[in-house]
């Protein structure tokens, strides 16, 4: 790519703007990918391509998500962080300033995340546990200014409010991936995200946005909730 320039389109996220916008992260890590995506120079800087196939978060983005509240120095917990496709970006984010909690129950995803993502990243805490029950490592945690949730379970909002009620500050945002086949596959992709988003209001939230992410992530949507 010859002299690429970019187009910043939120706190530390860009567009490449060449014959077709590349999504990209500046990497914290220059030099090192984490799943195979694409490396891009910019002047002494290094970003990394962000694939919004691999990334509920990336899809939304492209899908039009307005505000990011992911920032430069937020504290972020993220439910369901898998082996850390999407963490690694939010871990470009948030910086050296910022840090990121990644819950998963799967020991194979936390030994990869460790591996080959948390220890070339000292920005990221790995926490074996499950979302259901965050009172487990509540002494692991602080308050949080972001919860960002990607977990394939039935309750997926409850599970938000329930890690709200003991991390999230005061005007914090949640952001969650909905998975309507994982909630219930007999319904309507819409109608679950009705009553997911009921479900975060109820619980005291404020909903800003709600992005279905389509074609990137068939049946999935991503809702944007201020507390």
Known sequence: MTN??????SQGIYFVENDQHILVTRNLVPGRTVYGEKLVQVGEDEYRSWNPTRSKLAAAIMKGLGKVPIRSGSNVLY????????????????????HVWGVDFSARSMRDLIDNVARFRRNISPI?????????????LPKVDVIFADVAQPDQAEIVLKNASLFLSRGGYAMLSI??????????????????VDVLR?????IEELVELDPFEKDHALVLARR
């Open 4 to 9: 690429p320039k970019l187009r910043e389109i």
């Open 128 to 140: 074996l546990g499950d979302a259901r029950e965050p009172w487990r490592y509540s002494a692991q």
């Open 79 to 98: 439910l369901g962080v898998a082996s850390g496709t999407t963490c690694s970006h939010v871990s470009d984010i948030v910086g050296g300033e910022g």
């Open 202 to 206: 109820r619980g005291g939230f404020t």
């Open 179 to 196: 998975k309507s086949r994982s909630v219930d596959v007999t319904k309507e992709p819409g109608t679950v995200y009705a009553e997911q």
